[in-house]
Nanobody, 121 residues
Framework: QVQLAESGGGLVQGGGSLRLSCAASGRTYSSYPMAWFRQAPGKEREFVAAISWSGSTYYADSVKGRFTISRDNAKNTVYLQMNSLKPEDTAVYYC???????????????WGQGTQVTVSS
């Protein structure tokens, strides 16, 4: 069982930066692939970025080069550094986990409650 709690959301101007954090609990956290998803108003939830237990990363094309996912297994925390933010990045951002890589990038089993990110133009 894995519990996830996001923090770090807020309001930022276009072109600005935010760093989201996801605190995880559970004995097998360090071996789980982790991911970030987001859901904008009126839209379906979409994949943003994922990281394997060893640090390999994968990004959606829409955020590649602007967002960076990382993890600190000693702190049981995953981060999403978001730079050059755009109004279209406005969404609720969710942390997610699964024991399989193929699941964490598509339909992860464990989800956090989400944190709101709003980018003004």
């Amino acid at each position: 069982q894995v519990q996830l709690a996001e923090s770090g959301g807020g309001l930022v101007q276009g072109g600005g930066s935010l760093r989201l954090s996801c605190a995880a609990s559970g004995r097998t956290y360090s071996s789980y692939p982790m991911a970030w998803f987001r859901q904008a108003p009126g839209k379906e939830r979409e994949f943003v970025a994922a990281i394997s237990w060893s640090g390999s990363t994968y990004y959606a094309d829409s955020v590649k080069g602007r967002f960076t996912i990382s993890r600190d297994n000693a702190k049981n925390t995953v981060y999403l550094q978001m730079n050059s933010l755009k109004p279209e990045d406005t969404a609720v951002y969710y942390c997610a986990a699964d024991d399989l890589w193929r699941n964490v990038v598509s339909h992860p089993h464990y989800w956090g409650q989400g944190t709101q990110v709003t980018v003004s133009s």
